[in-house]
């Protein structure tokens, strides 16, 4: 069975700083990764989708990467601003339909 | 830009009642979901439908809950008899291609049971 960890579970930058958020992932035959915004709330806000047979996507300050042989993804955020303040999850698509979640990472962007 | 919708918002009930939450998967999608998320944890796996018919399901998934897609655009999802740990945040999901594709989620159904 899949299991999705995230680290850190809680970070705070100040505005401006870069980050990255980490996710990993116990079983390497994935179809693709995704990673995913939650406001307090609110609903799953899709982010970026890489497939396993790509090492990254970029989306304005965001970069994801993928590790498949280290079961490794991150997801970088440059000059962080406070609109950025949610949790970030990570989600890894395998064989069958259940698709795994991460816990996630709460980020807390201070102006 | 299309979008997963879903109704109600927010839903409380008693204890032991029948409840439904409906959603209005992406037109073109062909894969369904069911999430969950029960307050402070994390977004959990109950159900998927293709074809008209459940392709997985977790053991969350118990006699209790049921989908179905009805009329060819809703998707729901019954819970026949509510419990107090039922209580959490529904998501309802779209894909156009299953586990190779992207997944749209809705804002979600938040059920209450009393």
């Known amino acids: 069975k899949q299991e999705v960890t995230q680290i850190p579970a809680a970070l705070s930058v100040p505005e401006g700083e870069n980050l990255v958020l980490n996710c990993s992932f116990t079983?390497?035959?994935?179809?693709?990764l995704q990673w995913f915004r939650q406001d307090p709330g609110k609903g799953l806000t899709s982010l970026l989708l890489?497939?396993?047979?790509?090492r990254e996507q970029t989306s304005g300050r965001l970069n994801a990467s993928l590790d498949k042989s280290s079961g490794r993804s991150t997801l970088y955020i440059a000059a962080s601003q406070p609109g950025d303040s949610a949790t970030y999850l990570c989600?890894?698509?395998?064989?069958?339909?259940?698709?795994?979640f991460g816990k996630g990472t709460s980020l807390l962007v201070t102006p | 830009e299309p979008e997963v919708t879903q109704t109600p918002s927010h839903q409380v009930t008693q204890m032991g009642q029948e409840v439904i939450l409906r959603c209005v998967p992406i037109?073109?999608?062909?894969?369904f979901y069911w999430y969950r998320q029960i307050l402070g944890q994390k977004v959990e796996f109950l159900v998927s439908?293709?074809?008209?018919?459940?392709?997985?399901k977790s053991e969350i998934f118990d006699d209790q809950f049921s989908v179905e897609r009805p009329d060819g655009s809703n998707f729901t999802l019954k819970i026949r008899s509510t419990k107090l740990e039922d209580s959490a945040m529904y998501f309802c999901?779209?894909?156009?291609?299953?586990?190779?594709?992207?997944?749209?989620f809705g804002e979600g159904s938040r059920l209450t049971v009393l």
């Open positions: 999901a779209s894909s156009p291609s299953g586990p190779t594709g992207e997944l749209f």
């Open positions: 079983d390497s035959a994935i179809y693709n």
């Open positions: 890489i497939q396993s047979s790509q």
């Open positions: 989600m890894c698509s395998n064989s069958g339909y259940a698709l795994n």
């Open positions: 037109s073109n999608h062909l894969y």
């Open positions: 439908f293709y074809n008209n018919e459940i392709s997985e």
